[in-house]
């Protein structure tokens, strides 16, 4: 099973982050039971991470590219796209799905050197 993406506010609907692009969302993680585990908004500002590059689990790299700019999203990650057999104790034990309540506040692209000369 893959990842789950649930739009529950739209976004732009033309504003997609691809790979290497950085993103900055607010996020609140919960376990299957509903027990949060992790919240962007508790710490008070945005996760920030460019998308597609490992630097996040592989079910953010699969689903905040489905999402434009603005949206509000409900990501239900399976455990092979998220922590997998090992989890990470004690906050999200082995094989858990995890769910990501998830606004993408803003695509940020990487400036692309210029190969013309001035």
Do not use: C
């Amino acid at each position: 099973m893959g990842i789950s993406v649930k739009s529950v506010f739209p976004g732009d609907g033309k504003t997609f982050p691809q790979k290497g692009d950085i993103v900055s969302i607010h996020y609140v993680a919960t376990l299957e039971d509903g027990t949060i585990f992790d919240s962007s908004y508790n710490r008070g500002k945005p996760f920030t991470v460019e998308i597609g590059t490992g630097q996040a689990i592989k079910g953010w790299d699969e689903g905040v590219p489905l999402l434009s700019q603005g949206e509000k999203a409900i990501l239900t990650t399976p455990p092979d796209l998220a922590y997998g057999e090992n989890g990470v104790p004690p906050l999200i034990p082995p094989n858990s799905t995890l769910t990501f309540e998830m606004e993408l506040l803003e695509i940020i692209r990487p400036r692309v050197a210029s190969s013309k000369s001035e």
